[in-house]
């Protein structure tokens, strides 16, 4: 099977504070963190610059939750890749639910978003999943094939090179209400085998992180399935001690 090196990725949404990025980005310097996984923080782009530079040298990352498609212009209160870039960000998250319900981002933008991540040079996270209700309508595999479809066909196979994947069902982000091991894994599977038609070279290797509240409690069933290659944790991201032992699970995984 190809090593696919985890990746437990912390989203902290709009939580934060100068004083919070100061204490839990010390504490994570100063963690020994496991050999093999890979730890990566999305906290708010104001604290962006903040974080890296508390974070050091410790081999933690930092990216932003969203950007603006354009890579400047007359787009009042937005951010664009290349400052996510210019702030210490390497990485940038696209396609949460949150911002598909609540900004109502549409699959083509979503797509717009994650090529202006590869203009500027960084990873792009794309994030899909389906509501309950589309999975209680059957319809799940159809929207998920459909968001991961509408980027391939935006910025071609060979900018998943450096893509990272995370299958995020709807109704179990923020909820307490987590995909069963089995359910997550069939439907990372089922990612696995769009990105094969995509980019066959490239499926095998590539991460698809698992996200709805995964918590220390249910991250080591999750992460223990086959095409689960980490984790996208939201709440229990906020916990430092929690978000720890979340990493120490990913590193279980390669060491194990
Ligand atoms: C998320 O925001 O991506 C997420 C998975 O949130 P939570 O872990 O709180 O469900």
């Known amino acids: 099977m190809p090593s696919r090196r985890p990746l437990i990725a912390g989203n902290w949404k709009m939580n934060g504070s100068e004083s919070f990025v100061r204490a839990f980005c010390g504490a994570i310097a100063r963690a020994q963190i496991p050999a093999g996984v890979s730890v990566l923080l999305l906290p708010p782009a104001g604290y962006l610059a903040q974080a890296v530079q508390v974070l050091g040298d410790c081999g933690v990352e930092c990216g932003a939750q969203n950007v603006h498609a354009a890579p400047s212009g007359a787009y009042t209160g937005e951010l664009a890749a290349e400052m996510v870039k210019d702030l210490g960000g390497r990485w940038l998250m696209v396609g949460h639910s949150e911002r598909r319900e609540y900004c109502a981002e549409s699959d083509e933008l979503v797509a717009e978003k994650f090529q202006a991540a590869l203009r500027a040079g960084l990873h792009p996270i794309l994030c899909v999943g389906e509501t309950l209700a ?43 209400q987590t995909a069963t091991p089995d359910e997550a894994q069939a439907m990372h599977a089922f990612v696995r085998a769009q990105l094969a038609q995509i980019a066959p070279d490239q499926a095998p290797v590539m991460r698809i992180l698992y996200g709805g509240s995964m918590n220390a409690d249910n991250a080591r069933g999750l992460l223990a399935q086959p095409d689960i290659d980490g984790g996208l944790v939201g709440g229990a991201s906020l916990e430092v001690a929690q978000f720890l032992e979340i990493v120490r699970m990913g590193a279980d995984l390669v060491s194990g």
């Not at 309508?137 to 998943?160: I, K, P, T, W, Y």
């Not at 990272?164 to 923020?174: H, K, R, S």
């Open 134 to 176: 589309q999975r209680q309508d059957g319809n799940a595999e159809r929207v998920v094939g459909a968001q991961v479809h509408a980027v391939a066909d935006l910025v071609g196979a060979s900018a998943f090179a450096s893509a990272t994947l995370a299958y995020e069902p709807v109704w179990a982000i923020g909820t307490g």
